[in-house]
């Protein structure tokens, strides 16, 4: 599927929440219908959320399979998108609670909804990081390591991997010193 398609789709999503949060601004009937307006936006604040997370999944297995050309391009792209995507459901996350207090009833999910929308910045900052990753040089297989790692494995110098995981629990270091 071309990501230029699966942009557009995240677009017109993102539009569609913004024009839906602009129109409902002075059109509240009474405390049901804050409240059921609080609810949707909630309920597709969610979904948004969601798409944007499916479209770094499908962007990011592209990207390691070598699938993307330009990876700087798409990449600030994508940045874009996902940047955006925080703003409006950081709007759609302050329309919903305004709508929740002003129904003074409480709206499902919305402290969920609350809490993804604060972590949503620092997961988009993380993802870019990763994909930033991407072109950085890897560093050279050291042969002699690995042959030196082998034999000892074969001559039963390892550690078993059920000890190595009881001392991270414990908080101890990856290699035993």
């Known amino acids: ?6 942009d557009r789709l995240q677009e017109n999503k993102l539009r569609g929440l913004e024009e839906f949060i602009d129109s409902e601004k002075a059109a ?5 219908q804050a409240a059921a307006i609080a609810d949707f ?3 597709e604040g ?3 959320r969601q798409g944007l997370l499916r479209l770094w999944d499908y962007r990011w297995t592209m990207a ?8 700087r391009k798409e990449g600030a792209n994508l940045r874009s998108l996902l940047e955006r995507g925080g703003r409006v459901l950081a709007r759609g ?3 919903a609670r305004s709508y929740a207090d002003l129904s003074g009833q409480e709206v499902a999910r919305l402290s969920q909804f609350e809490e993804q929308v604060r972590a949503f910045p620092v997961w988009v900052e993380e993802c870019m990081a990763r994909w930033e990753l991407l072109d950085r ?10 042959a030196r790692s082998q ?6 110098e390892c550690e078993d991997a059920a000890e190595i995981i009881a001392r991270l629990e414990q908080g101890g270091p990856l290699l035993k010193e």
């Open 28 to 32: 509240v009937g009474g405390a049901d």
């Open 41 to 43: 936006i909630v309920d």
């Open 137 to 146: 040089p890897r560093k050279p297989l050291d042969r002699e390591r690995v």
């Open 93 to 95: 996350e302050a329309a």
């Open 1 to 6: 599927m071309p990501t230029d398609l699966l």
């Open 46 to 48: 969610i979904g948004v």
């Open 64 to 71: 390691l399979a070598g699938e993307i050309g330009d990876r």
């Open 151 to 156: 034999a000892a494995y074969e001559r039963g």
